[in-house]
């Protein structure tokens, strides 16, 4: 089930049947209940914040369209958030532990 909301579709015979009307009830629910008190309980609100980044499983399952419902800047999220953090922390051992091997590439801006 987690698969085919991230992906947004379930693939039956051929043809793809949208998740989005069957999920959207669930996650509307999760999101108005736990996003709402974590924001006001970390920094009371995000129209102060340049930009957040939402990366993981849960910005995959929200998705952008949803999370600009509760947060109030701009949005920052990978083509693949599930496994953005994962990348980070890879990109982070590189760094660390084969210095004089590692190169960070920098994606452009824009």
């Known amino acids: 089930m ?3 909301i991230r992906k ?3 693939q039956w015979r ?9 999920s959207l009830p669930a996650r509307q629910e999760f999101a108005d209940d736990v ?3 974590c924001i006001k309980a970390v920094w009371g609100t995000t129209d102060f914040l340049a930009g957040m980044v939402a990366a993981g499983g849960g910005a995959s399952v ?3 369209k949803l999370l600009s419902n ?3 800047t701009r949005i920052y999220m990978a083509k693949d958030p599930e496994n953005s953090i994962v990348r980070g ?4 051992y590189v760094t660390q532990h084969f210095k004089d091997h ?3 590439l920098v994606a452009p801006r824009g």
Request: proline share 3%.
């Open 8 to 10: 947004g579709f379930i």
């Open 35 to 37: 996003l709402v008190r």
């Open 89 to 92: 922390y890879y990109r982070f």
């Open 62 to 64: 929200l998705g952008s």
């Open 2 to 4: 987690d698969t085919w």
């Open 102 to 104: 590692a190169r960070v």
């Open 70 to 72: 509760y947060i109030s």
């Open 14 to 22: 051929g043809s793809k049947i949208d998740m989005e009307p069957i």
